[in-house]
């Protein structure tokens, strides 16, 4: 008798946990608005629902797919899928126990423009833009402590050959923000080097010309500013 119980049971989570179930985007007994101030009605899948997999489809078109996902123990769980319509982006998020870990998104053409891990205490993530011709435009490198009481930045811009044209680091410690950018040419040469203190210039900025030459020191330690200079830069040169 024990151990028809125990298989009854077995087959009914069993059945619980593959069950399929397909959800109209907006259905309150699914789903609740988020933003409710928002003209644009936006809703998300509830917290505590039963355990299954999830498709949430759209409310003009049943055969189109918004979000795919399982719930494990009433808890979001794996990887999710969401799709959006209107930027033809996709979005891979993991969940374990109900709690996010990561997140990939991919735009219409399936490149990745954004990598970000969460653990319980801190931010790690990367987002991309790309040019015309695939190669990159911008990327973001940055953690953050869920604290807000510390971040770290790299912004670095390109050109439209793929050499570097900026590069920028910024560090952010409660009221305090650093920063130190480097700036380059067309041609890969580097052009500027500044520090910044809280909107402040600070340390040592050098300026070279395309040829690779220094040609201008500016020293913000000494008061006053101490300036060398040693050739002529053309600041407008790419």
Not at 11 to 26: A, D, H, M, P, R
Not at 158 to 183: A, M, P, Q, V
Request: proline share 0%; charged share 25%; net charge positive.
């Amino acid at each position: 008798m024990k151990l028809i119980i125990t298989n009854l049971v077995l087959i009914f989570s069993i059945n619980s946990f593959c069950q399929e179930l397909k959800v109209e985007y907006g259905d309150r007994k699914y789903m609740t608005r988020v933003k409710k101030n928002s003209e644009i009605k936006l809703f998300t899948l509830k917290k505590r629902l039963a355990d299954g997999t999830y498709y949430v489809y759209s409310k003009k078109d049943s055969n189109t797919i918004l979000e795919i996902g399982t719930y494990e123990n009433r808890k979001k769980n794996g990887i999710w899928t969401v799709y959006n319509q209107s930027t033809k982006s996709k979005d891979s998020l993991t969940y374990l126990n109900g709690q996010l870990t990561s997140r990939k998104r991919t735009d219409s053409l399936n490149r990745l423009t954004e990598n970000t891990i969460y653990t319980n205490d801190s931010i790690l993530g990367t987002y991309y833009q790309y040019a015309k011709n695939n190669s990159y435009r911008y990327k973001i490198e940055y953690k953050s402590l869920k604290n807000n009481k510390y971040s770290f930045t790299i912004l670095s811009r390109y050109s439209d050959n793929g050499n570097l044209n900026l590069i920028k680091r910024e560090r952010k410690i409660r009221n305090e923000t650093f920063s130190h950018t480097l700036t380059y040419y067309h041609n890969g040469n580097l052009k500027s080097e500044f520090f910044i203190h809280n909107e402040k210039r600070i340390g040592v900025w050098k300026w070279w010309n395309q040829n690779g030459e220094l040609c201008q020191i500016d020293d913000y330690s000494k008061k006053p500013k101490q300036r060398t200079t040693t050739c002529i830069i053309n600041y407008f040169g790419k």
